[in-house]
T-cell receptor, first 116, second 117 residues
Framework: AQKVTQAQTEISVVEKEDVTLDCVYE???????LFWYKQPPSGELVFLIR??????QNEISGRYSWNFQKSTSSFNFTITASQVVDSAVYFC?????????????FGTGTRLKVLA | GAVVSQHPSRVICKSGTSVKIECRSL??????MFWYRQFPKQSLMLMAT?????????EQGVEKDKFLINHASLTLSTLTVTSAHPEDSSFYIC?????????????FGQGTRLTVV
């Protein structure tokens, strides 16, 4: 069965601190895709990153970085030098299949609060 | 800019009435679209897969007679919440996959916040 676990329900940090959001997934497929989305209070989903199961390279985009480890089925997200504008709910998601059915299985989300 | 448009963004309706939510792919055709529901402070849960030209596929536990889905064209899917009740108050969001040069990716609409009073 497919499942995405985000064990951290809520995290509070002080501005400029680094913070890591954890994501652990379960799937039987060998081909799958992992995503991170940001959901600000307005509700829309802001796409952050997509990773396929064959690409274990870590990625850095500005203050954001992602650590994908198939051995531990984890896809963690780190924000460096956090800012108040980073406050939002962050979702990790999984999509399976070679054709990419694009039915997403979302984790329960992590609410990040960055305090000034 | 947005490639999937959802309308309305917010709606308040009286208990017992029906509400229609539209999801449009703006510059591409989507034979499949997906509808998700998000209760306050909870995750997004897939409700159903909307298929152009055929019946929608509903996830377990989702009442198909209550949540009517019509994929009227290759760019439009609608979700109608029939005889809405306060417990149907939620955030509804659609997505549509678009095939590009090297990959297909799903795009999400802006979401619709439904409040049933």
């Amino acid at each position: 069965a497919q499942k995405v676990t985000q064990a951290q329900t809520e995290i509070s940090v002080v501005e400029k601190e680094d913070v890591t959001l954890d994501c652990v997934y379960e799937t039987r497929d060998t081909t799958y895709y992992l995503f991170w989305y940001k959901q600000p209070p307005s509700g829309e989903l802001v796409f952050l990153i997509r990773r396929n199961s064959f690409d274990e390279q870590n990625e850095i985009s500005g203050r954001y970085s992602w650590n994908f480890q198939k051995s531990t089925s984890s896809f963690n997200f780190t924000i460096t030098a956090s800012q108040v504008v980073d406050s939002a709910v962050y979702f990790c998601a999984l999509s399976e299949g070679t054709s990419g059915t694009y039915k997403y299985i979302f984790g329960t989300g992590t609410r990040l609060k960055v305090l000034a | 800019g947005a490639v999937v448009s959802q309308h309305p963004s917010r709606v308040i309706c009286k208990s017992g009435t029906s509400v229609k939510i539209e999801c449009r792919s703006l510059d591409f055709q989507a034979t499949t679209m997906f509808w998700y529901r998000q209760f306050p402070k909870q995750s997004l849960m897939l409700m159903a897969t909307s298929n152009e030209g055929s019946k929608a596929t509903y996830e377990q536990g989702v009442e198909k007679d209550k949540f009517l889905i019509n994929h009227a064209s290759l760019t439009l899917s609608t979700l109608t919440v029939t005889s809405a009740h306060p417990e149907d108050s939620s955030f509804y969001i659609c997505s549509a996959p678009r095939t590009g040069f090297s990959r297909t990716e799903a795009f999400f609409g802006q979401g619709t916040r439904l409040t049933v009073v």
